[in-house]
């Protein structure tokens, strides 16, 4: 096919970019075929000078005319040792991928090749640890290999999807690879392409064999295993002696690729490290010691343990069958396992804790099961409905218990301001003692979660961990007391955190979350673009994905040719500012509906703005009488209905970008439908916390909270008339409440703050900058005041609530 292309355009092969943007756009969209084929009209093709004018041209020239190569896919077909079943596995060499990811021109920068070690102290007292390379494990591999070696860890991760929607039983297998010498970051956007899918695993049920469940069972673990075993023997030989890679930047390299971490949910890690199901697939516990570990010994030994107990192993000299052996050491009948072989391997140190289904959808799942056991759903649900909005915090209007299917961002919701929810609960504290346990074993578990979802750790941050779940074990009583019901392995999991922390950095590494968006791009949408045949669907799903990379590299390739994208660059100082519309939400509102108690309600706004200026001129504020009777000249403001903060949020390793968070407070009358709104606005002032005027205090203290009534902006000449200069920048009104104190009485442990009001009654107010503003919080009232609280009043008709510190991670690192 001639395209027609100058050999030297960016674009060749395609003949211009409007070419390239329509065939990208046809891949990277996914219309079906037909619904191409019918946009690629001839007049259309003749118009925009089209160099295909059918999808089998352009999959034509993607395939073969395309500069830039990707992993080919092989197919390799055999019968498990047993059955006559044949098994067909489609995968791609590992050496290739390494090299691809190695030497992909865009990680030049950020590619890691020997381990490092930084501190938060310029002492050197307490490690900072985050990216694989800062962890003990790369150090301990490290100094196995001969000098001037590089180690590419290798961090696989595969887990089972279901394929068809609504009918059927297709499953995928799919097998994804990426190396530890790229950030974490890197690793887990899918928009990066730096997690590559080398394998479909075949997913033969044997249930056609009249094999029993357990045979069937047995049957599937070894065909994983000798599916992997076989996807992995190319790197047995330069895992031992080393294999020359050139990496990004032009040098070669002397690499020896080590299985570094296996990411995968409880079950498949069970699978990856024969490991019975119901046991520890990384320590020596006794099963029946899961999640009693404060209570009950932790057995000493190898790795996995031997149950000396059992009758059968008792008598001298009886022989046992291998099934036998294999139960006593809680092993599955998998012979030839594909670690074996492996130079450098110890599974059971290449498995790490998932976040997501051991934490998130495991422990604080069951937390919430249990919590709807000990209040009841219609107690529960109550406590939640009535919470204020907030924007970060998800509002359940018509309750939790209430969702028919509650999904990870669900229970990710919920876990925000569940703690605030039962603090307030009058049936909880009835319960007295146990309550009150209740209140803080969930406080324990949540900072468990948060504090191991920080992308950065130290080593004080560990011990915070550990902290966190000695306190949860120490008070888990007042749940026991309902069903004792801890001897699970998503709780024995917990105990491995730390370690794992230690032996090779942030936890976010490993949580499967990533895996579920690229089983979507890489699995179940190259499924549904296929036949869906049995026989040939896999191979036009690889097809599929090849083409797609295909474009993707291509795209990166002109990027290059062109010089319009370079690699992020680390952005420079990110203290607290706002962001506000160019134009204001109500160009004119006059103060009379400012102060009006059922409009804005800023029934102390002119006072505030007298003291406002005040304090602009260095001068004493007024007094409340004569506060009272100051008048201004101007009638009329400018005003916005919202602002949004950002913040620098956490420590970052050396060279790694600074993290912002972005939070919004809104602060908004209500209005009826109209002009551009579609329906009624609900009335919305939000709750914020504002920097000590002081600085000298730290932590929690450190912050006053206020109720956000008005954002606004002065005339030009009211300015000048007050503070005697242009005042621009935008303020706020704000109701005030007491300083948080972290050291609160309640069970719950959270702070405590009550709303402040003058000697009139009316709540204690003040105009200030809005820049002193640092971001918004959620405040959850202490007690329940009954049916008549709901969630648009609770802030008018409470005056004391809890300050919720689980709104979002730099939520939780700023008042915890």
């Known amino acids: 096919m001639n395209t027609g292309t100058a050999a030297d355009s960016p674009y060749a092969p395609f003949r211009s970019r409007v070419d390239w943007l329509v065939g990208r756009w046809l891949k990277t969209e996914a219309p079906s075929q037909a619904a191409a084929n019918r946009l690629l009209d001839p007049e259309l093709v003749q118009a925009l000078g089209l160099s295909f004018k059918n999808c089998y041209e352009l999959n034509h020239l993607i395939d073969n005319m395309l500069p830039c190569t990707s992993l080919n896919w092989q197919k390799t077909v055999f019968r498990l040792a047993g059955t006559e079943e044949m098994c067909e596995f489609w995968h791609r060499n590992v050496i290739e991928a390494i090299k691809m990811l190695f030497g992909d021109p865009r990680f030049t920068d950020v590619l890691h090749f020997q381990p490092e070690k930084h501190y938060v102290d310029n002492g050197g007292q307490?490690?900072?640890?985050?990216?694989?390379?800062?962890?003990?494990?790369?150090?301990?591999?490290?100094?196995?290999?001969?000098?001037?070696?590089?180690?590419?860890?290798?961090?696989?991760?595969?887990?089972?999807?279901?394929?068809?929607?609504?009918?059927?039983?297709?499953?995928?297998?799919?097998?994804?690879?990426?190396?530890?010498?790229?950030?974490?970051?890197?690793?887990?956007?899918?928009?990066?392409?730096?997690?590559?899918?080398?394998?479909?695993?075949?997913?033969?049920?044997?249930?056609?064999?009249?094999?029993?469940?357990?045979?069937?069972?047995?049957?599937?673990?070894?065909?994983?295993?000798?599916?992997?075993?076989?996807?992995?023997?190319?790197?047995?030989?330069?895992?031992?002696?080393?294999?020359?890679?050139?990496?990004?930047?032009?040098?070669?390299?002397?690499?020896?690729?080590?299985?570094?971490?296996?990411?995968?949910?409880?079950?498949?890690?069970?699978?990856?490290?024969?490991?019975?199901?119901?046991?520890?697939?990384?320590?020596?516990?006794?099963?029946?010691?899961?999640?009693?570990?404060?209570?009950?010994?932790?057995?000493?030994?190898?790795?996995?343990?031997?149950?000396?107990?059992?009758?059968?192993?008792?008598?001298?000299?009886?022989?046992?069958?291998?099934?036998?052996?294999?139960?006593?050491?809680?092993?599955?009948?998998?012979?030839?396992?594909?670690?074996?072989?492996?130079?450098?391997?110890?599974?059971?140190?290449?498995?790490?804790?998932?976040?997501?289904?051991?934490?998130?959808?495991?422990?604080?799942?069951?937390?919430?099961?249990?919590?709807?056991?000990?209040?009841?759903?219609?107690?529960?649900?109550?406590?939640?409905?009535?919470?204020?909005?907030?924007?970060?915090?998800q509002h359940f209007g018509k309750g939790f218990t209430t969702l028919s299917q509650r999904t990870g961002q669900e229970f990710k919701d919920v876990t925000k301001v569940i703690l605030g929810a039962l603090g307030g609960s009058a049936a909880l504290y009835d319960k007295g003692q146990s309550g009150a346990m209740v209140l803080r074993a969930t406080r324990a578990i949540l900072d468990f979660y948060y504090l191991a979802t920080f992308d950065v750790h130290s080593e004080k941050t560990v011990v915070l961990l550990r902290k966190a779940l000695l306190l949860f074990h120490s008070n888990k009583e007042g749940y026991v007391r309902l069903a004792n019901f801890f001897c699970i392995p998503k709780l024995h999991s917990l105990v491995h955190y730390m370690s794992a922390i230690m032996e090779a950095g942030s936890l976010i590494n490993w949580s499967t979350d990533a895996m579920e968006q690229l089983h979507k791009e890489l699995a179940k949408l190259p499924f549904r673009e296929s036949s869906g045949r049995q026989a040939s669907a896999t191979q036009e799903m690889a097809l599929w994905v090849l083409r797609h990379e295909k474009v993707f590299k291509f795209d990166a390739l002109i990027d290059w040719r062109l010089a319009t994208k370079q690699m992020p660059s680390s952005p420079g100082d990110l203290s607290t500012r706002y962001l506000l519309a160019k134009k204001p939400t109500f160009p004119v509102l006059l103060l009379r509906e400012v102060m009006d108690p059922k409009v804005w309600g800023c029934a102390a706004f002119i006072p505030a703005l007298h003291n406002y200026a005040c304090r602009s001129l260095g001068q004493p504020e007024l007094t409340e009488q004569a506060a009272k009777l100051a008048t201004v000249a101007f009638d009329r403001i400018m005003g916005w209905s919202k602002c949004t903060f950002q913040n620098r949020m956490g420590c970052a390793l050396a060279g790694e970008p600074s993290r912002s968070h972005m939070s919004t407070a809104h602060a908004c009358c209500a209005r009826a439908k109209g002009g551009p709104l579609v329906k009624d606005h609900m009335a919305r002032f939000d709750t914020v916390l504002i920097y000590d005027e002081n600085g000298t205090r730290r932590g929690i203290s450190a912050f006053l909270v206020g109720r956000l009534r008005l954002i606004f902006q002065l005339p030009a000449s009211a300015s000048l008339s007050l503070t005697g200069r242009s005042v621009t920048e935008p303020l706020a009104y704000v109701e005030w409440f007491s300083r948080p104190s972290s050291r609160a009485a309640h069970p719950s442990g959270l702070p405590i703050v009550q709303r402040l009001r003058a000697s009139n009654g009316e709540p204690l107010a003040s105009v200030i900058e809005l820049k002193c503003i640092k971001r918004n919080c959620m405040l959850q009232p202490v007690a329940k005041g009954g049916t008549c609280w709901r969630s648009d009043n609770v802030l008018d008709l409470c005056d004391t609530f809890f300050l919720n510190p689980y709104l979002d991670r730099d939520s939780f690192m700023l008042l915890s």
Request: glycine share 8%.
């Open 126 to 393: 307490y490690r900072l640890l985050g990216e694989m390379w800062t962890g003990n494990w790369w150090w301990r591999i490290q100094k196995r290999l001969p000098p001037g070696g590089t180690l590419v860890p290798l961090i696989l991760g595969s887990d089972k999807t279901l394929l068809t929607q609504l009918t059927g039983d297709r499953y995928g297998y799919p097998v994804y690879m990426s190396i530890g010498n790229l950030p974490k970051d890197i690793r887990r956007a899918p928009t990066q392409h730096a997690m590559v899918l080398i394998g479909y695993l075949p997913t033969n049920k044997f249930d056609n064999l009249g094999f029993s469940e357990d045979r069937a069972k047995i049957a599937r673990h070894r065909l994983f295993h000798q599916c992997i075993a076989h996807l992995l023997k190319d790197i047995i030989s330069p895992g031992k002696d080393g294999v020359v890679i050139f990496s990004s930047d032009g040098i070669a390299r002397l690499c020896f690729p080590v299985l570094g971490a296996w990411v995968a949910d409880y079950p498949e890690q069970c699978l990856v490290t024969c490991t019975r199901f119901l046991r520890c697939p990384v320590g020596s516990i006794n099963f029946r010691h899961m999640g009693m570990e404060r209570t009950s010994p932790v057995q000493p030994g190898p790795a996995l343990h031997f149950e000396m107990n059992s009758a059968t192993h008792t008598q001298r000299g009886q022989l046992r069958s291998g099934a036998t052996v294999a139960k006593a050491l809680s092993l599955t009948a998998v012979q030839e396992p594909f670690f074996a072989n492996l130079p450098h391997q110890q599974i059971h140190s290449s498995i790490y804790p998932d976040i997501l289904h051991q934490l998130l959808q495991g422990m604080l799942k069951h937390m919430l099961i249990w919590h709807e056991d000990i209040l009841g759903k219609r107690e529960l649900d109550k406590c939640l409905q009535t919470l204020p909005q907030t924007n970060g915090a």
